[in-house]
């Protein structure tokens, strides 16, 4: 079943997470026991592409837990695009390759087309969360395989690059997945003081990811967003 957020379910809003089973029926989890039948059946590429909706679909968890409504919470992909972009800036001087950080942006949360936004409210432990995910990107690049190995091999380097933190490019947008996140959060609250948001809703704590960024160019993008933010807000951030 698809996830609430997702416009072809019409599951309860309680189910927020991926392709889900509402049954319970499924003793250990695969992608190929989540992944709808007539998905499975379509040839690849076309069900790679397929998959990818649910990525365009699925609202970010963390701002539907938070009280930001549905119809305004960002998606999966809106999260990677916005990160995608930013990688053009990537320095040159460092002799980072801004498209290999471009392609790490847009593969790091692929799997959770499949596994969904889990985070640590769900009932799903970190190690369980991580085999899914592996799993996930293994079967897309056992897909992708079928009809342009390159590929392939790229999709599962770029993602492990990011989840191992084994190259400067993957520990670039690493930072830059936490600079989106903040961007993202001071967006809300801007639009919460503008009442667009309920005044109710409370994300002041995501800013503890600030102080987790390390790359020289993105604390001073952040440092100038919590400018902007104090000015917009007229309050001071405390650690």
Request: proline letters at 5%; aromatic letters at 8%; hydrophobic letters at 40%.
């Amino acid at each position: 079943m698809i996830s609430s957020t997702n416009p072809l379910s019409g599951s309860s809003a309680a189910f927020s997470n991926g392709i889900t089973d509402p049954d319970g029926k499924i003793s250990t989890w695969t992608p190929e026991a989540v992944i709808p039948p007539e998905i499975l059946k379509l040839p690849a590429p076309l069900s790679f592409f397929r998959i990818l909706r649910y990525l365009k679909v699925q609202r970010r968890t963390g701002w539907l837990n938070h009280g930001i409504r549905v119809e305004s919470a960002e998606s999966i992909a809106d999260h990677m695009y916005r990160m995608a972009v930013m990688c053009l800036l990537a320095p040159s001087e460092e002799k980072l390759d801004s498209r290999k950080c471009a392609m790490i942006a847009l593969v790091h949360d692929l799997a959770e087309a499949v596994v969904g936004d889990l985070t640590p409210l769900d009932p799903v432990g970190g190690d369980e969360k991580h085999r899914r995910e592996r799993e996930t990107i293994f079967y897309l690049a056992n897909q992708l395989k079928l009809v342009n190995p390159a590929a392939a091999a790229e999709l599962t380097t770029c993602y492990f690059e990011y989840e191992e933190q084994t190259t400067p490019e993957g520990r670039f947008v690493k930072d830059l997945d936490k600079f989106e996140f903040l961007l993202q959060t001071a967006e809300y609250e801007m639009d919460i003081k503008a009442g667009i948001e309920s005044e109710d809703v409370d994300i002041r704590g995501f800013w503890y990811a600030r102080n987790k960024i390390t790359h020289p160019l993105v604390k001073e993008w952040t440092n100038q967003l919590i400018d902007e933010r104090t000015q917009a807000l007229k309050e001071e951030l405390h650690n």
